[in-house]
């Protein structure tokens, strides 16, 4: 098995994504013999910003080639004014590609990339799963949208939410990703959402 993992957090070591990403990882690592993690920093080297000549470097097709080669991607994922920040967002647009990871059919977008596992690695500030600021998350229904243009429909989603509301929800977000990460299933296939 492939595993491709990402981490897109400037903050660090005191990065939330980071640490619950790397758990992720771990996991996996503990039950799958002869697993082969690759390991891209997106911000430690971010990606350029895609461009039309840019697509045909040899430097884009291989982010492609990696992410094709994976059967499961770890991503990552802080929250960064109310999205994913700019250097995740990049690498979709390397892999994001007509005829590679999606094509238009005739009922529209297909998905080619349906038979790889993502899961999503969320750290939010605030919290979103409710109250008033439910409806300005754009970081986990655009991250559950791009992949799913790919054909990834059902990615494992752990979110630890309300970090920067002081030490004790910081503690108990955390604690509860981390034990929520202890039922990922380390499976090639698509787990429920
Ligand atoms: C540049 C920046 C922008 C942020 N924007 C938001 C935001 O819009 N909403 C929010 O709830 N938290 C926001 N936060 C807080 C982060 O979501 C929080 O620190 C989270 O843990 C980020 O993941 P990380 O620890 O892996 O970097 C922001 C933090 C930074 C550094």
Not at 26 to 38: K, M, P, S
Not at 55 to 67: G, K, N, Y
Not at 74 to 103: C, E
Not at 133 to 149: D, K, N, S
């Amino acid at each position: 098995m492939q595993l491709l993992h990402l981490d897109s957090s400037i903050q660090g070591e005191t990065s939330v994504s980071r640490l619950l990403s790397a758990a992720v990882v771990e996991r996996y690592r503990q039950r799958v013999d002869g697993i082969v993690v690759e390991y891209r920093d997106l911000a430690a080297a971010p990606l350029p910003h895609i461009t039309l000549p840019g697509f045909a470097t040899d430097a884009a097709e291989a982010v492609l080639a990696e992410f094709l080669a994976a059967d499961v991607v770890v991503l990552g994922a802080p929250m960064y004014n109310l999205g994913i920040p700019s250097q995740l967002k990049s690498w979709f647009d390397h892999i994001l590609v007509a005829g590679k990871t999606f094509r238009y059919g005739a009922g529209g977008v297909e998905g080619l990339a349906g038979g790889k596992k993502a899961v999503i690695v969320l750290s939010r500030g605030g919290v979103y799963s409710e109250g008033p600021r439910a409806g300005v998350e754009h970081a986990e229904t655009h991250l559950r949208a791009m992949l799913g243009f790919i054909g990834i429909d059902r990615p494992q989603v752990i979110v630890a939410e309300g970090v920067a509301m002081g030490d004790e929800p910081r503690r108990a977000a955390i604690d509860a990703a981390l034990a929520a990460i202890e039922h990922v299933a380390a499976a090639k296939e698509p787990a429920e959402a």
